[in-house]
């Protein structure tokens, strides 16, 4: 099988693969105390800073879990976008471990903006209302939308102003950082992001996510925090060898680029087909269209991918690194048949 379903039903990049064979030998002390994970978090250091914390998880829920829970307490609030994976897509896991109220905005193609947080500072001080604390923004947005830089410093210095801290949900970072060709540290510590979670597993890795704190105050809880939401991994090294193989040559970003690649591909093959719709632009990994719910029905007999609304007859086809343009080209013609066969059953 083969198709657009999401980034993460592609395999393993083999550089990882074989960065995983690399440190399958001998003993290696548990839970990161390894040279292997020494080393992976040294080569996080050398591409962003020297000042930083890094601690690894197995998946990009136990990331932002990680992440809010060392920003937040039970009675703090995280600011994010109703779309936002940790507000729809995470069966409540922030709420339960962390404990506190998500205060979900209305947003476009899931960028909030920092205009939209004044008013929640309204009952700031107040015993009865959740305190505002963290904001969290995706980017690229769930929708595959870019902020741009001034967009995200602007949030940053709005929660610095008002004694807030700003997370990044970067489960598709290597996404973002590609298509605006701007560096990790560009994009994500000089922007004022306090904590970053740093997605490995949509980049080519088997499995994996990197949580980054720029800001070390927030990182003191952390590892602990890690082991009591069970994202601590005893066999680390697994873990570490595949961020040290995507940060190797810039693999993450060569992965993210032919994945954006591919996207526009699909983009300009899917936009000469008479009933597709493409909706928004196509700015990442993610194409949204609106395709006719027979054809949909059709298209989903031979190949899998996700409705994204119901109502609209959306669709969300999702490129990832080891997307082909036979891929594309098979998918297109696929849909190009299917809305040929409609036109004459008309
Ligand atoms: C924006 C975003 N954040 C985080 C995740 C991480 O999810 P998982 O827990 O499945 O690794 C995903 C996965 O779809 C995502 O799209």
């Given at each position: 099988m083969r198709g657009f379903a999401s980034d993460n039903i592609s395999g393993v990049h083999p550089a990882v693969m074989n960065a995983i064979q690399a440190v399958n030998i001998d003993h290696a002390h548990p839970y990161g105390d390894d040279q292997y994970t020494t080393k992976a978090i040294n080569h996080f250091k050398s591409v962003l800073k020297e000042d930083i914390d890094v601690l690894f998880t197995f998946n990009g829920t136990g990331a932002n879990v990680l992440a809010l829970s060392s920003m937040a307490q039970s009675f703090h609030a995280v600011i994010c976008a109703e779309c936002a994976h940790i507000n729809k897509d995470e069966c409540g896991a922030p709420e339960k471990f962390v404990g506190c109220?998500?205060?979900?905005?209305?947003?476009?193609?899931?960028?909030?903006?920092?205009?939209?947080?004044?008013?929640?500072?309204?009952?700031?001080?107040?015993?009865?209302?959740?305190?505002?604390?963290?904001?969290?923004?995706?980017?690229?947005?769930?929708?595959?939308?870019?902020?741009?830089?001034?967009?995200i410093r602007e949030i940053a210095e709005f929660a610095k102003k008002h004694h807030m801290t700003l997370h990044m949900d970067g489960a598709r970072i290597g996404n973002a950082c590609a298509a605006m060709d701007m560096g990790l540290m560009e994009m994500t510590g000089d922007l004022g992001v306090d904590v970053l979670s740093f997605g490995g597993t949509k980049n080519g890795a088997m499995y994996g996510e990197a949580v980054i704190f720029f800001n070390r105050s927030l990182?003191?809880?952390?590892?602990?925090?890690?082991?009591?939401?069970?994202?601590?991994?005893?066999?680390?090294?697994?873990?570490?060898?595949?961020?040290?193989?995507?940060?190797?040559?810039?693999?993450?970003?060569?992965?993210?680029?032919?994945?954006?690649?591919?996207?526009?591909?699909?983009?300009?093959?899917?936009?000469?087909?008479?009933?597709?719709?493409?909706?928004?632009?196509?700015?990442?990994?993610?194409?949204?269209?609106?395709?006719?719910s027979h054809i949909i029905e059709r298209l989903q007999e031979k190949t899998f991918f996700y409705i994204w609304d119901d109502a609209r007859s959306q669709v969300r086809l999702m490129t990832s690194f080891d997307t082909t343009m036979a891929d594309v080209e098979a998918f297109a013609e696929l849909v190009r048949i299917e809305s040929q066969k409609q036109e004459q059953d008309q």
């Open positions: 109220k998500l205060f979900a905005l209305p947003s476009d193609r899931g960028k909030i903006r920092a205009d939209q947080l004044s008013p929640l500072l309204k009952h700031i001080g107040f015993e009865h209302h959740n305190q505002p604390r963290v904001i969290s923004i995706t980017q690229p947005t769930e929708f595959g939308a870019l902020y741009q830089p001034h967009e990182a003191a809880p952390a590892k602990f925090i890690r082991k009591q939401s069970m994202q601590l991994g005893s066999k680390m090294r697994f873990i570490a060898a595949q961020f040290d193989a995507l940060l190797t040559d810039d693999l993450w970003l060569k992965n993210a680029d032919q994945a954006n690649q591919m996207a526009q591909a699909l983009y300009e093959r899917l936009s000469d087909i008479p009933c597709v719709d493409v909706t928004g632009t196509v700015d990442t990994n993610a194409v949204f269209a609106i395709i006719p």
